[in-house]
């Protein structure tokens, strides 16, 4: 029992001393060790008495077959007598003389295999009835000690110093070594049986002799094997009480405590796949997903990195699969409530975190972002207190938390924008408030804006950093970009957050037209396709022309002319003209920005 439910424990009583509740401490922890003591020790007993009654009496009719061979039979008396009065006929009948003294019995002699067979069945049979004689002592025993230790009148003080007193003499008379005597002697008990029974055989017949020898001698065998089996193998289960006696069984889980920090990479595999295989419904799932970050901490001085990756990829498909199911039957759910979802999402999301650092598992990372961009988790990136549920370590947040923090700051409702949102925003762009404010005047377009060109880079890094191996950012451009470039342009014009998104865009731009490997190209590509309409948008209002399509740039400027019926000067872009052609009322003309990705 625990310190919180003890005081917790509606009998816990006012105290009148002050020294009193540090006895009712000792009171109730004690009550919970010997009531498993006691119980122990019963069940253990009870077993021995329904055997040794039972074999009692198996034993107790061999013996009553055995034990006439101890003792004359009448009925070799009358034989010995009628073949003397046989041979005195036959003697009259020849005219022969007779013995002038009368013929007296042989002396009784019991056979020695009769000896050994019943001294061996009886002690035997003395030695299961005494076992069972033990054992029913034990059991009371272990009552009275319960009752005497555990009065119910008395105060804790005076139940805590009782029960000090007689466990003091359970530890002095070894009370519990006698309990494990028992099993000890109920096998002496077997032996001498089955050593009487060869021994009758023997002499009473062969083949049969040979029949039960064979059976005897392989369960011998087999009994001495189960006897040292733990001293090549720590983890076997089995022993004998003759393990216990020549302390075999106490040196082995002595050097099996030291010996497990050194097997701890099997061992903890084997916690972690039991643990998961044995979970039952959502609830055990929500708990054990919680505790999955603090067993990958690569902070932990009990588990090393490199085990935790083997142990979370021998079960990662079943891991992935139970995770992406958790999360779909959490939002599903009509009987949750939105803090229960709240909850377990920001459980999953951590979860699956590390799962993908750790073991390299996307199945979870890619499920969140889909369902929280394009499903129903989307909800959960309209509440800017979710902020503070993905903070990352002290190292900073993974590419992961930060797409989602980004995520949450383009979703979050613009009536909810309030300084709440200011902060998160600063925090995740690296720029003091009151810069955010600044980027706010004209409304929240250029904050969203500089927020997606922050975590575009950080997609793009990542890729090149990862060679194509990072899930996250992958899943990332795939589902989050599209959601995040869903806002307009202000007015107002932001001259260094414009230069950085459209920089960025013809870098990205570059790179997937340079770049060999395919996978890698595609992926750059929709991401250009997914901004296009921002730089395009951004290009046209900016006062200095960036570059535009494949070509570079020219000598002539943009912004001479008048956009709409104005006209676009004589400057060239690329190796071709634009001239002096007019773009129409309202209309872009087709030839800014059409660049393949």
């Not at 993905?390 to 949450?408: I, N, R, V, W």
């Amino acid at each position: 029992m625990s310190v919180v439910d003890m005081e917790n424990d509606p009998e816990h009583p006012d105290f009148g001393d002050s020294a009193e509740p540090l006895f009712f401490m000792y009171q109730k922890m004690t009550e919970v060790e010997d009531n498993e003591r006691a119980e122990h020790w019963q069940k253990d007993t009870k077993g021995i008495i329904i055997f040794t009654g039972l074999f009692s009496a198996t034993v107790a009719v061999l013996v009553a077959v055995s034990i006439p061979d101890l003792k004359p039979n009448p009925q070799d008396t009358s034989a010995f007598y009628l073949q003397k009065m046989y041979e005195l006929q036959v003697l009259a009948g020849s005219n022969m003389s007779l013995p002038s003294t009368p013929a007296i019995p042989p002396p009784f002699s019991a056979p020695k295999y009769a000896i050994w067979v019943n001294s061996l069945w009886f002690l035997s049979l003395t030695i299961s009835i005494t076992c069972a004689m033990l054992a029913t002592l034990m059991q009371q025993w272990a009552r009275r000690f319960l009752r005497v230790t555990q009065p119910p009148q008395l105060s804790p003080s005076g139940r805590a110093r009782i029960r000090a007193f007689y466990s003091g003499g359970v530890e002095k008379f070894h009370l519990s070594s006698a309990v494990e005597v028992l099993p000890t002697l109920i096998h002496l008990s077997l032996f001498l049986f089955f050593a009487g029974l060869l021994v009758y055989l023997f002499n009473v017949h062969h083949f049969v002799f040979l029949a039960i020898v064979w059976w005897v001698g392989v369960s011998s065998l087999a009994y001495l094997a189960i006897t040292f089996m733990p001293a090549w193998w720590h983890e076997c289960p089995y022993y004998t009480p003759i393990t216990s006696i020549i302390g075999l069984l106490r040196h082995i889980e002595g050097e099996t405590k030291e010996s497990i920090p050194r097997k701890a990479s099997g061992v903890d595999g084997d916690i972690l796949k039991w643990t998961f295989k044995t979970l039952a419904d959502d609830h055990d799932l929500e708990k054990f997903f919680e505790k999955i970050p603090g067993f990958c901490n690569p902070r932990s001085s009990v588990v090393q990195n490199a085990q935790v990756t083997q142990h979370l990829t021998k079960i990662g498909s079943t891991l992935s699969s139970s995770l992406i199911g958790f999360l779909f039957r959490t939002s599903s759910s009509n009987s949750l409530s939105k803090d229960d979802k709240k909850r377990r999402f920001i459980i999953s999301v951590k979860a699956a975190e590390v799962m993908v650092k750790v073991a390299s598992l996307p199945g979870p990372i890619w499920h969140i972002f889909e369902t929280t961009f394009c499903g129903k988790w989307k909800l959960m990136l309209q509440s800017v207190t979710m902020a503070d549920s993905l903070k990352g370590t002290d190292h900073g947040p993974s590419l992961f938390l930060q797409s989602l923090t980004s995520g949450l700051i383009a979703n979050v409702r613009a009536s909810d924008r309030n300084d709440h949102w200011v902060a998160l925003a600063a925090h995740q762009l690296h720029q003091p408030e009151d810069t955010i404010r600044d980027y706010r005047v004209d409304g929240d377009g250029w904050v969203l804006l500089a927020n997606l060109t922050h975590i575009t880079h950080q997609i793009v890094d990542t890729l090149d950093m990862a060679n194509l191996e990072c899930p996250v950012a992958k899943a990332a451009s795939e589902h989050m970009l599209p959601s995040l470039s869903k806002f307009d342009i202000p007015n107002v014009p932001q001259a260094k957050l414009q230069e950085d998104f459209v920089g960025l865009w013809d870098m990205i731009n570059l790179r997937a037209q340079n770049e060999l490997n395919k996978n890698l190209k595609d992926i750059l590509s929709k991401i250009c396709d997914d901004l296009r309409h921002l730089y395009t948008a951004l290009s046209m209002k900016q006062g200095v022309r960036g570059q535009v399509g494949r070509g570079a740039e020219g000598e002539g400027e943009i912004g001479e002319g008048e956009i709409g019926e104005g006209e676009i000067g004589e400057g060239e872009i690329g190796e071709g003209e634009i001239g002096e052609g007019e773009i129409g009322e309202g209309e872009i003309c087709e030839h800014v920005a059409t660049v393949d990705c």
